[in-house]
């Protein structure tokens, strides 16, 4: 199917220049402006000189997920294409909070909390980069040097009016919901960054045009040539409902456990599937719809999971570990076992209940999520179903199973 960019005319393929942008936009939702970015890439063909290409990520949680590899393939093709990709830490801008999408302000993080989360990000994105190509920069660098007489010179350039066009802005405004100052300040500073950094093309998702399009401005206030922007496509979570987000729960992360990965790869729903297979897989769109075609001859659904579950483990982990991560399933959920092979955790603690057992152990990620678990029905112990919150766990050894994936041998001394 073709995208937006694509349906407006059609690209010459046997145009060395075309074959580059076709490859660039395919499988994007919108390029602006199209004929801006022509010209940058007619200048790159005579000079030379490499496009500049910036993404940038907050490091809110300490963990990327499938849903950054969207963005972070496009930038790999930009970078077998040879052009220069920034991923920029917005180490600055997290403690103001990235108020895309939200109703409520975004709870501020300190800085000892992005610091943490950060440190893994360059190594969690090599995975799909070429780390060897991939400068790594961080936001503190200059907007901890903008002192008060910066900052209000870089609000001064842009209206309340102009931010109350964002949707999310005005719903909030509109229902009388509170919208703090300091929420305006960070489509600002993400676009001082593309200043700061000259950036040619900045990509994101679709979520983030708004916050794009201010690079884009900024940088003509500046007397610089503007940026272009592409938009990638949001990855729905495991749930099919919200976008993939590790604080929604519905996430499946690059540094997941390849038994953990495969799991919830498999948990999605058959409509879902081939969402995940066309953003997702190295498959060619020709091979994709045969696979459509298969099933639509009456192959199972799920052997195409599995299939796609396989690549995608073995992208983050390796084709051993994917064909054994395949054998676990099968033998926990067609069989109804439990692995043969468990981490095993030991506690020394007296007075254990399993509320705390499961927020300690990392099988839930809060205590408030421990709860939720109990109370849904979701944990067993030694394969018994377990409803009394409150519980006490006594001296001894047992197997903690929350969900249908999560397993863990626990010993209390």
Known sequence: MKNKIQSKREIDKNSIHDNELYAIIDGSEELLVES??????????????????????DPTSSDLHLGHTVVLRK??????????????????????????????????????????????????????????KTEIRYNSEWCNKLGADGLVSLASQVTVARMLER?????????????ALHEFLYPIIQGYDSVVLNSDLEIGGTDQKFNLL??????????????????????EGIDGVEKMSKSKGNAIGLTDAPNEMFGKIMSISDELMWRYISLLSLKSNKQINYMKSDVDNGKNPRDIKVEFAIEIVERFHSKSLALS?????ESRFRYG???????????????????????????????SEAIRNIEQGGVKI????????NMALNKGNFILQVGKRKFLRIKIN
């Open 36 to 57: 801006e970015f022509v010209t940058k890439l007619t200048k790159y063909r005579n000079s030379g000189n490499p496009l500049r290409v910036k993404l940038g990520l």
């Open 75 to 132: 930038l790999r093709l930009l970078q077998d294409l040879g052009h220069l990709v920034t991923l920029l830490i917005g180490d600055f801008t997290s403690l103001i909070g990235d108020p895309t999408g939200r109703n409520t302000t975004r709870p501020k993080l300190s800085k000892e909390e992005i610091y943490e989360n950060s440190k893994t990000y360059f190594t969690q994105a090599s995975l799909v980069l070429d780390p060897g």
């Open 167 to 179: 949707d999310d802005f005005t719903n909030r405004h509109k229902s009388g919901v509170p919208i």
């Open 214 to 235: 201010m690079g884009r401005e900024l940088q003509k206030n500046a007397h610089c040539v503007p940026q272009c922007i592409l938009t990638m496509p949001l990855l």
């Open 325 to 329: 991560a395949l054998k676990d399933f």
């Open 337 to 367: 076992n439990i692995p043969e092979r468990l981490d095993e955790q030991i506690f020394n603690d007296k007075d254990l209940n399993l509320v705390s057992v499961l927020k300690k152990s990392g099988m839930s990620a809060s205590f």
């Open 382 to 389: 030694d394969g018994v179903k377990v409803t009394d919150r």
